[in-house]
T-cell receptor, first 109, second 115 residues
Framework: GQQVMQIPQYQHVQEGEDFTTYCNSS?????IQWYKQRPGGHPVFLIQ?????EVKKQKRLTFQFGEAKKNSSLHITATQTTDVGTYFC?????????FGTGTSLTVIP | GAVVSQHPSRVICKSGTSVKIECRSL??????MFWYRQFPKQSLMLMAT?????????EQGVEKDKFLINHASLTLSTLTVTSAHPEDSSFYIC???????????FGSGTRLTVV
């Protein structure tokens, strides 16, 4: 369907370890957005990627958009307990906006 | 800026009754709002795209007569769950886009429990 697949579905890391989630689409994406949803909360916009091969950084977070614009990744360096939550990629198709399947991150202190 | 207010945050209703959920953009005008449903430990599933002044666009499998959407103004969209059943219990959340920002802003969500 319209949903974008993300892997892994769940990830447990020790505090200080790195974390990466991957977003894969079978079709070319015009752009991709990333959101974070804390447990019990609502999604919060992190970033939008538009250009092929684009890399953007926000402090310990690095976002990449694949050269073919079919995949994207979010990498967190040296995770902290505040990074706990579910990370979603999302894409816009026409006038609709669809979320990926999400990766739930647990950080063990 | 770009605040979306959703009300109520929690509601418990009896089976067979209807529940209205409001989504307001407080400091911007939103010609388009999205309504999602999220079950525990799952992703957000798009239910419908709400367009100001016109009919909503529903996703496949979403009953438009059961989930009534009204977007009568540029700052308000409502979702009414009609004749609610226990299987409608879920987290409903709306979002809107501000023209001067990337990304979508989400309301805080409504946790609906049908008993």
């Amino acid at each position: 369907g319209q949903q974008v697949m993300q892997i892994p579905q769940y990830q447990h890391v020790q505090e200080g370890e790195d974390f990466t989630t991957y977003c894969n689409s079978s079709t070319t994406l015009s752009n991709i957005q990333w959101y974070k949803q804390r447990p019990g909360g609502h999604p919060v916009f992190l970033i939008q990627l538009v250009k092929s091969g684009e890399v953007k950084k926000q402090k310990r977070l690095t976002f990449q958009f694949g050269e073919a614009k079919k995949n994207s990744s979010l990498h967190i360096t040296a995770t902290q307990t505040t990074d706990v939550g579910t990370y979603f990629c999302a894409r816009r198709t026409g006038n609709q906006f669809y979320f990926g399947t999400g990766t739930s991150l647990t950080v063990i202190p | 800026g770009a605040v979306v207010s959703q009300h109520p945050s929690r509601v418990i209703c009896k089976s067979g009754t209807s529940v209205k959920i409001e989504c307001r953009s407080l400091d911007f005008q939103a010609t388009t709002m999205f309504w999602y449903r999220q079950f525990p430990k799952q992703s957000l599933m798009l239910m419908a795209t709400s367009n100001e002044g016109s009919k909503a666009t529903y996703e496949q499998g979403v009953e438009k007569d059961k989930f009534l959407i009204n977007h009568a103004s540029l700052t308000l969209s409502t979702l009414t769950v009609t004749s609610a059943h226990p299987e409608d219990s879920s987290f409903y959340i709306c979002s809107a886009s501000s023209p001067d920002r990337d990304g979508y802003t989400f309301g805080s969500g409504t946790r609906l429990t049908v008993v």
